[in-house]
């Protein structure tokens, strides 16, 4: 499997093959759901497993979900990746983990009492899963952007359905989690995913539950994680969003408004993160004394909980720190392309947009400066749009969908 991943890695473009698509999704999903009906499906009550990002990743929704339930309750959890050094990484913490193409996880998946994910059953296995396992997908973003072809109904749905495989959304997704409590989102929802509008939970993202904390070790503790220095007053993220046209990360500053750009952040005593998107290249900041990279692993959460200013685009992550009610700087340089090849917008983003649209580097490094009267002039839109994709503004999503779910 491995290798097979690493060679659809290398060459992109088979992903988009009609041979690949129905490899994955009818020829490995028969073969999963033929072995997993090997196992009992007698399911067990205690039993919680969850996983993220198609296994790669320790992150979003289902982190916080799976910390919460270790450190409060008596359930065994466990976490599913196809990564071993996640593996390695989870279990020196303490944690129960499994490798995701094992026949042990299949075996745990049959008898599961509730599976979570973020982006549905392939972040597991598609395996026949128990009538008495209740799946979760949590999701991993608000309905801003318009979704990818890649996470809605499946292009062989009618012969999945005839094989009876659990990988039609409306036949393994029990509960689909959502901040929004707006009508027009459970409809997008609806429409996308073809679910039934009986399953969409407004609960909130659990991940955001850690904005809201007032533990000044914890946000101590993030700042010592990611290596910014104690002198700093105040800190910047930039965040953008992955481009649907492009596989690298297009570096939209040149190297004069760079060294401005650090400059600016030297006289406030400030430091710039960059995050690219973890799907993109991480780009290289070495000789700016103020701007530094983070992972492309970071979890974002935890950046946003110590962030001063957001600095993103026509990404998602807006809609989390809008929570926070903090300022927003919108850097849009390429919005008619965008616009033209990317995937649009179900609500009109100019009226919607809680900053200012920057189209160059030198009206956001102005922005910046001018951050203080941003801030006061964007108020009203911010808590505007923070009602659009916000239920909930108390840190409470955890408890409130594992209440739901009768799990606590």
Known sequence: MNIFNKILNKFTFLKSTKLYQFTQEIGYSLVIK????????KVDANLILLSAYGGKA???????????????????????????????ELKAKGYQVVYKFDLNTIKLLRKAKFI???HGVFDVLPIDFSPNTIFVCTWHGVQNKRNSSAHGPIKYGKLAKYLKLKIVNENFIDYFVTPSGTKKDKKLIVNYFQISPKKILTTGYPRNDILFSKDLELKTQIRKKYKIAKNFKRILLYAPTFRDNSFTAKLPFNQEELIELNDVLKSSNSILIMKAHMFEQIIEFKNYSNIKKASKNTDIQELLCITDILITDYSSVYCDFLLLNKPILLFTYDFEEFMKKGRGFYYDFKQIAPGPLLFTGKELIKAIKNVHNIEKDFEERRLKTRRLYHKNIDGNSTERLLKFLKII
């Open 34 to 41: 033929t072995i997993s009906k090997l196992f009992s499906n």
């Open 58 to 88: 320790f992150i979003d929704n289902t982190k916080y979900i799976f910390q919460y339930l270790v450190k409060n309750t008596e359930y065994k959890v466990m976490w599913i990746t196809n990564s071993r050094n996640l593996l390695e």
């Open 116 to 118: 979570f994910s973020t």
